[in-house]
């Protein structure tokens, strides 16, 4: 079994901080809902405290996180090394989502570069933190990050990008509520 730690000191926060991909998982509250796993990327992840960090949302194919964080707040995120050195660090505690209007959502998207697919910001009070070894994954080089949400986002334009959320992201694949309309 890994290591369990009270929080993320300023080593942790700079191997975090260094990994170009991260994945949040979450779940609905009923049995038959679908769990949800998704990758993330690109300069969108901040740790803000010892135990909080936050990240800015963009607009997906679905809502599955907002929907269950809204629901439910449960999350786990996760990070692992693909270099030479094997690593992985779980973050477990529960999140809100701030929107466009929320101080929140202002504080966290001037951490970043600004980008025409921000939907909301995430952030999480962390209430566990593992290491584990991680030998099992694969190394990896990166090769770079994909600019297709950016380009997708400026092909559809503000107005575009509003009527996509509106009839793909009100609700997710469970009918739990996701964004405000």
Known sequence: MGKVFDG??????????????????????????????????????????ANRVGWVDYT?????????????????LMFNSFDSRPRIVRLHGTGV???????????????????????AVVIVDVTRVSDSCGWGVPVMEMSGERDLLRLQAEKKGVDGMSQYRTERNYESI?????LPT
């Open 97 to 119: 989502v701030a929107m466009p209007g929320e101080a929140a959502f202002y504080e966290l998207t001037a951490l970043h570069p600004e980008h025409p697919s921000t939907r």
């Open 8 to 49: 993320i000191d300023d080593n942790l926060k700079a191997w975090i901080e260094a990994q170009p991909m991260w994945f949040v998982a979450t779940a609905p509250l009923s049995g038959d809902g679908h769990v949800n796993m998704s990758p993330r990327g690109h300069d969108s992840f901040s740790v803000l405290g």
């Open 60 to 76: 997906g194919s679905g809502v599955e996180t907002i929907a269950h964080l809204r629901e439910n707040g449960r999350v786990c």
């Open 174 to 178: 469970d009918g739990l509520p996701g």
